[in-house]
């Protein structure tokens, strides 16, 4: 075993504040139960005596305020106890959260205070972003909100699969095992792991979504006042930092959380100088939270996608369909790479056509490309409908010009139009 792992049945005693940081090994699953006092994994508290399942290669930490007694069994890559963390930092934030809440929900309905919350988490990746709002939001559904958890990390979003920005509430706090349910999530496709592929389509997509987000929240007092979390991805310099600040704009950010950075803070809080209601805050990353290389990313995106069509736990049966070439309406948005502007006569606009929408013919690139299947009733809908969900082509057949894909279920598509990106998997 390698250093630091190690195996068996063991239970492990907890200090109040402090974490016991676990990586689960590469093969096997770890079972974990609480055995005395109480605890949380990422502000999830942990039910006693009930044994909770992680599988191969998850990480994560399991923390206590009072102090616990826990038992696990199997291997681990890594297991150790930190007694520094953030977390104080991070409840003190959710009892400020909480307090916004308490005042939208008391106030008029009609009027702008009965807004809630709106956090936006920023910092490099691997700052832990996805982690606080996940505990953010954990926490205020153990109070009892409802808060809206967007995602806009189309990289590794948790949420739905890579490739999209999407929206869902939260109404109980989040399983530490299974994550985020997918029962309704709002979901756009973008069809790329990194917005630099169609910077202007992510643009148009969070606009889309934050619009619909608004009309969602005025008629909702309960959502409204509850707020949202925003989880935003690790691209920071140049073109990500503006693509920041379009995101707390265009959503309206009340609270800006940046994790992990001093001169990220120290530039969003300039920029940020003139908005009087918007906060932004410099909160300390966490010492347990693991880098991710860029294969381990890649193996992450995989891991999502087989997840969409085979359940967490291989629990759903995806269902194998074939189309004749006609039958299916492809759409792709933006065309080929834009004209620099060198190459324009002087004082000549770009005319941008990334976020043109055109037809696509079947042909053999389609191959493992993963499609959504998008909610509008015209092409012309395409780039501002959300998707229903999506399909993943697995053999393209030119002689009897058929096309067959893996789908969640049997029988017609929810949509007539189906998006296609750069988004591939391979089993
Ligand atoms: P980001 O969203 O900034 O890229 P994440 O929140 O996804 O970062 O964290 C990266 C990884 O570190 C995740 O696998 C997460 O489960 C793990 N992690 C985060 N905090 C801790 C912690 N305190 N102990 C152990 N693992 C952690």
Known sequence: APPGSSEAVRQVKLDK??????????????????????????GTEIPQEI??????????????????????????????????????????????????????????????????????????????????????????????????????????????????????PIELPIDPVEGIPLDMPLVYFHGHVTPSANVELYKVLVKELAQVLERQFTGNIESRAAGMVINTMGWIEGVGYELLLHAIDTFNATVVLVLGQEKLWSMLRDVLKSKANVDVVKLQ???????????????????????????????????????????????????????????????????SDRLRVAPVSVNQDLHHLVLAVSFAKEPDEIMSSNVAGFI??????????????LAPSAGSLPGKYLIVGNLTWCE
């Open 17 to 42: 504040e402090c974490e016991l940081r676990v990586e689960v090994g590469p093969n096997f699953p770890l079972r974990l139960r609480l055995l005395t006092g109480t605890a949380e994994i990422f």
């Open 51 to 168: 044994r909770l399942t992680f599988p191969p290669g998850h990480k994560f930490a399991v923390f206590t305020w009072y102090g616990a007694t826990i038992e696990i069994d199997g291997t681990t890559e890594t297991d150790y106890t930190a007694d520094e963390t953030p977390m104080i930092s991070y409840i003190n934030v959710h009892a400020v959260l909480e307090a916004r809440r308490n005042r939208a929900k008391a106030s008029p309905c009609d009027s702008d205070d009965s807004q809630g919350p709106r956090v936006i988490v920023v910092g490099p990746t691997d700052s832990g972003k996805s982690t606080l709002s996940r505990m953010l939001l954990s926490w205020a559904a153990k109070q009892g909100w409802k808060p809206t958890f967007v995602d806009l990390d189309i990289g590794q979003g948790s949420i739905t699969i890579p490739g999209c920005i999407a929206a869902t």
């Open 285 to 351: 990353k966490s010492g347990g939270v693991v880098s991710r290389n860029a294969k381990v990313r890649q193996k992450a995106r995989g891991s999502r996608i087989r997840e969409y069509f085979y359940g967490p736990a291989n629990d759903l049966s995806p269902h194998s369909n074939t189309a004749n070439f006609s039958d299916l309406l492809i759409y792709r948005i933006g065309g080929g790479p834009q004209a620099p502007r060198s190459a324009l006569p002087v004082g000549a606009e770009p005319i």
């Open 392 to 405: 993943w082509v697995t053999d393209i057949n030119f002689e009897s010009k058929k096309i067959t894909y």
